[in-house]
């Protein structure tokens, strides 16, 4: 059974950073495409980070350069370090992973689509204050 269980999340102020995790069990890890999403209240669900099963990531168009997806395999944790945080950021944060078997596109393509993933953490709330 697929589980994902994210922490990190929390309250701080605009400019400063924060790392989120993601531990995942019930499956081979490092052979699922892994992904961040987020959704603000009254907005749609957006893809954040993905990363496939050989390390290619992709990102959300806001959050390049100032957010990096990573994942350690033997500890099978999935990691967004997000730095510069902006009051656009607040949002609860999702974990999910696809798999086995995962296409590279459904990270790698366009942008990342939530209905591609079937599996999904509870997820962790982040605000961004002024």
């Known amino acids: 059974q697929v589980q994902l269980v994210e922490s990190g999340g929390g309250s701080v102020q605009a400019g400063t950073s924060l790392r989120l995790s993601c531990v995942a069990s019930?499956?081979?890890?490092?052979?699922?495409?892994m992904a961040w999403f987020r959704q603000a209240p009254g907005k749609e669900r957006e893809g954040v980070a993905g990363?496939?099963?050989?390390?290619?990531?992709a990102y959300g168009d806001s959050m390049k350069g100032r957010f990096t997806i990573s994942q350690d395999n033997l500890a099978n944790t999935l990691y967004l370090q997000m730095n510069d945080l902006k009051p656009d950021d607040t949002a609860m944060y999702y974990c999910?992973?696809?798999?086995?078997?995962?296409?590279?596109?459904?990270?790698?393509?366009?942008?990342?689509?939530?209905?591609?993933?079937?599996?999904w953490g509870r997820g962790a709330q982040v605000t961004v204050s002024a």
């Open positions: 019930g499956y081979k890890f490092s052979s699922y495409c």
């Open positions: 990363i496939d099963a050989d390390g290619n990531t």
């Open positions: 999910a992973a696809e798999g086995p078997f995962c296409p590279s596109a459904v990270v790698t393509g366009s942008r990342l689509v939530s209905r591609k993933f079937t599996y």
